[in-house]
């Protein structure tokens, strides 16, 4: 055995194991001797061949010739095994001659035992070779991976404490390698654009469009569930941090095919039903606020760890339910099949929020994770993050503003319209609201956006021009997000007449 050999045999033993070749070796001296002593074992014990008994020649007793009178005369004719086919004599003492005694011819088996221990050894040896290779490949891992230059000092390589640490180093190292490379092969394989991938989108789509045309949540919800579309996403996040094109190029592939057939179809539906209308579920799609964005970011962030950390695996199909790809998308179809650009730009700008704020999120959890291979370079991994972290804030930044500007107006208007049911309840208590709705004021120029308010109040009497007044400076005060308001009243004995 070479140096190195005899040093590496000594740091396993130190370890408190066996050499490799040592165990391997008493391993096969104890199956010789068990296979010897079987051999013997079966050569005692095989059952002997009995002896044949020679059959007795037959006498058969032939009368005299002399016939009458004379004695019989007794002939032995011998049949059976006493006679022997011509040249047997000869064979037999050519073998005697040879041998001293006649051999008895054995069957052709022993060639056939003596192949399979030939295999038998063959696959022994093959086993003590991968065996060693592997145990090399380890110490070489471990001297390339967990032990520092200045750790390799003799005081350590005869330390037993120091090689069951980078032991224990190595294996925690291989085991978050080997939950690595199953992340990534899970999401490769969920953004892969196979024909599975499209049939779910094509079905998830159909059951979509139906019911944010029926406005039914539980049926909006089932078509999550079943939408593909989140797992490309987080896949190209995690092929922008390992740098892997192909990756990135089939995630993109599936992101917008998928996105124009949700669109397609929903548009045609859309188109096709004649009894069409925006109903709570198409509304509440069609005008996103700040608190998507949070919605989505933070979803984005449970999912990507989800991949990540297949303990919390269990929770995507919620993940999938809060982040919601295709509503948007079907929303942005039905809008485009009524012709409505503002209802199919409202759930554009959702989608491309759910987009980001997924694509954002994937990056920071793959990345802090680190979620890469373990000899990647760490600088060029932390700048493709960091390039792909900085372009995901600054798209949601740009998508927040007039946002902000729209979430905004949207709580202005609610804070008016609460304001205006309340003052009609001070002032008028005796009437009725029969309709009480805003619409935009487009006179006013101003950046900050003006409504005008119709009132329908039913009554007995008729209210007075000065509590009307009252009441429409209360409702239009400073800061309202009404401007003006018009009030119509109808008298109840003429309605019933």
């Known amino acids: 055995m070479s140096r190195t050999g005899r040093f590496f045999s000594r740091v396993i033993n130190l370890l408190g194991f066996k050499s490799v070749v040592e165990e391997e070796r008493e391993r096969l001296k104890e199956e010789t001797v068990e296979t010897t002593a079987g051999e013997n074992i079966k050569e005692e014990t095989a059952p002997r061949e009995p002896e044949k008994k020679k059959k007795k020649p037959i006498e058969r007793i032939i009368a005299s010739p002399e016939g009458v009178g004379g004695a019989d005369a007794r002939e032995m004719e011998k049949t059976g095994k006493d006679k022997k086919r011509p040249g047997e004599d000869g064979e037999q003492k050519e073998k005697q001659g040879k041998t001293g005694k006649t051999r008895e011819e054995k069957p052709l088996i022993r060639p ?51 090689w069951r640490e980078k032991y224990d180093t190595y294996q925690s190292i291989r ?64 092929g922008v941090i390992w740098g892997d094109l192909r990756l990135m190029r089939n995630s993109l592939i ?107 999120a994937g990056a920071l959890v793959f990345w802090i994770l680190r979620i ?43 804070n008016a319209t609460s304001n205006a049911s309340s003052a009609v309840e001070e002032y008028l208590p005796n009437l009725r609201v029969m309709e009480m709705s805003t619409e935009r004021d487009y006179a006013e120029t101003g950046i900050v956006r003006s409504y005008r308010m119709l009132i329908v109040l039913t009554g007995s009497d008729s209210p007075s021009p000065e509590v009307i007044d009252e009441m429409e400076k209360a409702i239009t005060c400073d800061g309202s997000a009404i401007t003006d308001i018009r009030v119509e009243f109808f008298q109840t004995d003429v309605l019933m007449y």
Not at 203 to 221: F, R
Not at 385 to 408: H, K, N
């Open 175 to 238: 085991k978050k390698e080997e939950g690595d490379l199953s992340t990534h092969k899970a999401l490769s394989a969920g953004a892969t654009p196979t024909r599975e991938y499209y049939i779910l989108t094509i079905l998830s789509t159909v059951i979509a469009t139906a019911g944010l045309i029926m406005g039914s949540t539980a049926v909006v919800i089932g078509a999550m569930i079943v939408a593909p579309l989140m797992t490309p996403i987080l896949a190209l996040s995690l």
């Open 372 to 414: 890469h291979p373990f000899d990647a370079d760490k600088e060029e991994v932390k700048r493709r993050a960091l390039s792909q972290i900085a372009f995901s804030l600054t798209l949601l930044v740009l998508i927040s503003l007039p946002l902000a500007y729209f979430t905004y107006d949207r709580y202005r208007l609610r």
């Open 254 to 360: 599936s992101i917008m095919y998928g996105s124009f057939l949700a669109v397609l179809i929903s548009a045609f539906m859309a188109f096709l039903f004649p009894t069409v209308s925006y109903t709570d579920e198409i509304l509440a799609r069609a005008h996103p606020g700040l608190y998507d964005i949070v919605v989505g970011v933070a979803s984005g962030l449970v999912g990507a760890y989800g991949f990540a950390n297949r303990k919390v695996s269990s929770s995507l199909v919620g993940i999938a339910i809060a982040v919601a790809l295709l509503p948007p998308l079907c929303t942005v179809g039905i809008g485009l099949g009524l012709l409505d650009l503002q209802v199919a730009g409202g759930a554009l700008v959702l989608f491309i929020i759910n987009l980001t704020s997924i694509s954002l």
């Open 112 to 162: 056939l035992v003596e192949s399979e221990d030939e295999q038998d050894e063959e696959e022994k040896k093959k086993r003590l070779t991968d065996r060693i290779s592997d145990t090399r490949q380890t110490v070489e891992d471990m001297f390339d991976r967990v032990i520092e230059p200045d750790e390799r000092t003799m005081s350590n390589y005869f330390s037993v404490d120091f």
